[in-house]
Every structure is written in structure tokens, then in C-alpha cells.
């Protein structure tokens, strides 16, 4: 298909789903409950207007940002470390599992309990969120190691440092960058959580408070903020990605050899 | 003839496994001379690789030892280079990044050196117009010039190959070998240890065959083969000698193949 018309289709697509729900909101279902995109619209203007939009934004997105960091540099350097050394490894695999397994979300109240109801619980919710899946796929990376290459990289002359340097962290990358890469909308979520649990301002906060009022229209608008982040967020990492594993054969060019 | 660079004095290899140890190498003694061409051929599972993996270091003799110029090698032998069958290029690293490897992390020349080096290498085989391409982007049979030559670049002494050509087609084989003697016939101080399944390539470019017994793998015989040098791999298997050596090669092999199975 062309680009032209696939963004065409697209568009219509997107406006028979905008048109559907102008349509049978009101005279179907109870608007109240629902909302109209009309209605949407016209609060998202009024928060843009008056700047508390961009107020909540820069909240949730500095939690988000600070406890990100965060959370990928540990998740990174505890990752490389603890699979890097195989008895280690072993011994700590099934809590590594076990860690993994907890509903995360599900620790954002003691988080609150822990860190207060300011910025601080919000950044260590994003910052647990990241490490979690940075520390994952770290791990998993290093240990799918291929070690036909070890081989062929000791052969030529590579010492440990090398070694780690030029064969484990390149072939764990593509592990590492996917842990690096979903953990960002995640770390927003998370933060956007801790919000909704106790908080006086962010992006969560007004969702939740919009909801108290039975505001529907601030609800949703809420829902298609984030939901507008995390789809630019998306596709600046998908560019991101195709950068940094530019070496890897596409799938389409893997069938043909 | 001079002392040898390989010695293999009573090396045998058993890998432990669950039901029971398996001896994949026996009692081997060989001697390997400076500037000879040697191929190793026998049944699958006897053992070559192992003998191979011996020689580099990345394997430890179970008894007796492999000496490199006399000397009991400790570890990765840094002398020796290594072309294996398995497609073993870094998927990471541009062609040209993969020949430069070596150099690289043995810290020769300054970045740029080394890249001239390189390029002259991948000119050598053709290869100067997909420097900057992936592993991927590459047939089998430009991967194993790749591979070939990411060994030659920093020059080692000798040079294991493991099958390099197994997994090509006919006509791309034939470009390798005539290839490989061909890059040999520029450094020819440099010793080849070079297993294959193929008996016309095992002869074409050896100057000894060596004839493994099935497992556990031994030497059953070592094949000379004086047919003069240039040779040219494209006609060389219609000499009446070539027929002949061939003859002798494969009777002891194929004895070796019955046993194996019998």
C-alpha cells in the first residue's frame, strides 16, 4: 500500500471511531457516563488555555523521568553484574523470578505508606517499574550469550575486559535496549498509579479528581493524554531502536535466505 | 626437516558425560611442520574438532599434551588462528569491523592502520565494495571470505580451519579453495590444519592427509600427496596421481566408516 493511502485509511479510521462516538453517545447511551468527543475537546482547550494541563504534564513527567534514570542505571549495572557471575546467577535465579512475578502495580499503596504523598513516592514507583524490566532483560541477555562467539572473540585475542566489552554487551543489546524501551510508557504508568492513589497534583491526580466529580469528559481526556504520550514515546524509540540495532536482519530478509 | 610448530605427544580427550564417559580422542601423535598444508579427514564424531580445539587452547588435553613449537601452550595459544564452520562473524560489527577485530583487541596499529590493513584484505578477496555491510547482508560464501580473513589480518603462525567450506555450494567451494591456496601462496611460512568431509578437497589442497580412526578418534594413516604446487583446483582432481592418492584415502576410510556403524 501506498504511504498516501495508508494514512488516508488511517485518518478515516480514525474518524469513523471519533464519529461513533459522537454519534451514540447521547441518543444510545447516557452521555453522562460516556462523554462526547465535542465535550473532550472543549475541556482539553480549557486546562491548555489556562496552563493547568502543562502543570500536570511537567509533574508526572518529572517523576517519571527522575525515577526512569534511576531505575535504568540500576537495573543496567545490577543486571550485567549478577549474570556476568554463573554461581551468583544460580542461586539468585528463582528470586529473580520471584521478584519479577509480583503484580507491581500492586505495590504502589506501601510505596505511598514509604515515600510520602510528594514526588518522591511517584519517582520510586517509575524507578521500581524500570529496574524490574531493565534488570530482566539485562539478565536474560547476558546469559543467552553466544558462546560460539566467546569462542571466536578469545581466539582473536580478546581479554575478559574485552570480552565484555565487544561481545557480551553487543549481544545482550538487543535484550537490554527492549527492557530499556518498554520500561518507559511503564515508569509512566507507574507514576500515573501513585498518583491516582494519594497526590495533589499530575496528570493521574486530575483523572482522578475529574472522576470524583463525575466529570467524564476529564476522565477521558486524561485517558487520551496519555494515551497520545505513549504513542509519541513509542515512535521515537521504535527510531531509536532501528538505530542502535541496525545490524540485525529484518524479518522479511530473513525468509528470503 | 626442521622441529615441528604442532606436536600432538599421547593426547587423548574423554568428555565426562551422564551415561558414561566418551573418548573422543585417543593416544594421538602427530607432528605438524612449518609451511605445510595439512587436512584431517575421518568419520563424523571422531574427534577432529576436539583435536582442533586442543591446539588453540580452548580445550584442555584429558592426558598427554600439545606442544607449539615445543613448548606445552597454557590457555588461548595467540599464535594460532581459528576459521570454523559455524557462521561466526560478530552480527554487531560491520564487515569491515569484524577483520580489524583481532587487531583491535590485540592492540596493533592506531584505528586507522588497521582499517587500511583491513581494506587491503577485503580487496583481496573481493570484498572492498561491502565494508560497511552486516552479517546478514552477506552470502555464505562472501561470510567465509569474511571469516578467512579476519583470521589472516593479524597473522597467525597457523591457521585451524574447521570445515570453512561445508555449508557452500560446489561452485563457491571451488572459489574458496582455489582462493585459499591462493592467499596461502602469498604467506607460505604459515601452517594450515584443515578438517573436511570432502575427499577431493582434502587432497586438492593438502600436503598430508591425515585419516582418522572412528571414535575414539586416532590416526589410522597419514597420506602424502606429491603432486606439484600450483596446483590448479579446478582440473586437478582429472591427474591420474590425484586419482590414485584418492584411491588410497578413501579405501582407509571407508573402512574406518563401516567400523563406525558396524
Redesign the interface.
Known sequence: MKPITLITWRLAVFLMILGAWQGISGPIVDSFWFSRPSLVAEYLWEITVSGQLWHDLVLTFKATAIGYVFGAIAGLVLGLLIAQNESVALVLKPFVLAVYGIPRIALAPIFILWFGIALQSKVMMAAMMTFLLVFFNTYEGVRAADL??R?????????KA?LFW??TI??A?PWIIAGLRISIPQALVAAVVAEFIASTAGLGYRMMENTNLMDTAGTMAGIIVLMVIVVLLNSLLDHAEKYFL????KES??KN? | MADPVISFRQVSRVFRAQRGDVVALSDLNLDIYEGEFVTVVGPSGCGKSTALNTIVGLLEPSTGEVLFRGKPTVGICHEVGYVTQADNLFPWRTVLENVTFGLEMRGIGNKAERQERGMALLKRVGLEDFHSHYRHELSGGMRQRVNIVRTLAYDPKVILLDEPFGPLDAQTRLQLQDLLLKLWGERRETTLIFITHDLTEAIALADRVVVMTARPGRIREVVKVNLRRPRDIYTIHTDPKFREIYDKVWAHLADEMRQAVA
Open positions: 560460539d562467539l569462542n571466536v572473540a578469545r581466539v582473536l585475542g580478546a581479554n574485552q565487544h561481545v553487543p549481544n543489546s541496525r545490524w540485525r536482519p530478509d530473513t535466505r
